[in-house]
């Protein structure tokens, strides 16, 4: 079953051309704005500290009177340690995302409005639909099939094996079996239908959360963080995480583009794969830590 052209071979390729260029423009923009942000954040940690002096009798007290309560506080905000400001951020982080998850499972079970968004999506992404580009998605879907992904897992694992510690494979096969869990889970327990198969490309298993959206995020994310944090420098950091993000948003727009998933399918997915990357560095830095303290 083919579906009808909604552009020209010409607009097409014009339509590509320019997500190329914005794809190239927000990787100097976003490197810019990442310096500007560690300015600011200097500048506000700087504010802050001069701002809490006043509360040090204050802070004195409550020292003395819940010893207990204030030793844990101050380990939460300890900025130079990974189990404390950083685990804090990432548990606040983790938390929300699985608010964010828990919200839209409701509303597509008891709400109308999200199918109505989901169907205004997929009309205005129909339009834009093109042999040549339907060829282009098809290959950038597969890039998050259950194969691509396993085989992506398994090349990151000897990779990290050869280098060693091997802390990161314990991250890496976390993330990927939670995230398998919880998308197949979910998949069944909400068993939600898939949107009309407008093409050539079907599946079989019901929509919510797509599992190619939720293992680009959760495999390639993690592997992105494993390699990103053995870079020497902020700038090929910032490249790694960056165009790994947009391969991710890549392949969870292609299962849209490809008419298999509804949109808050593919929103579903990258808020489970996104927790399970949390959850992945978690491990990762709780496992460096253990390794440093018997060094």
Known sequence: MTAPEGLSNLDAALVLGGAVCAALFGHWLGWRLVGHGRRLAVRAYAAGRGLARPTRPLRA????????????????????????LALTLLVAAAVYLALLFAGLVEEVLESYEIDAADDAIAAFVASYRNPYLITVFTWITELGDMATLTAAAIVATGFLWA?????????????????????????????????????????????????????????????????????????????????????????????????????????????????????????????????????
């Open 61 to 84: 007290r409550l020292a003395r009177r819940f010893p207990r309560l204030w030793s844990w506080l101050q380990r939460r905000v300890e900025p130079r340690r990974f189990d404390g």
């Open 163 to 295: 280098r060693g510690p091997a802390a990161g494979i314990h991250a890496v096969w976390v993330t990927v079996a939670g995230s398998q869990v919880t998308t197949w889970t979910g998949k069944f327990l909400i068993d939600r239908g898939r949107p009309d198969f407008e093409l050539d490309v079907v599946a079989w298993s019901p929509s919510f959360p797509s599992g190619h959206a939720t293992g680009a995020m959760a495999v390639y994310g993690i592997i992105a963080y494993v390699i990103a944090r053995g870079l020497p420098t902020g700038h090929r950091r910032f490249a790694v995480i960056y165009w790994v993000a947009i391969l991710i948003a890549a392949i969870g727009f292609s299962r849209i583009y490809l008419s298999v998933h509804h949109a808050s399918d593919v929103a579903a997915g990258f808020l489970v794969g996104g927790f399970w990357v949390l959850a992945g560095i978690a491990v990762l830095e709780y496992s460096r830590l253990s390794l440093n303290s018997r060094d």
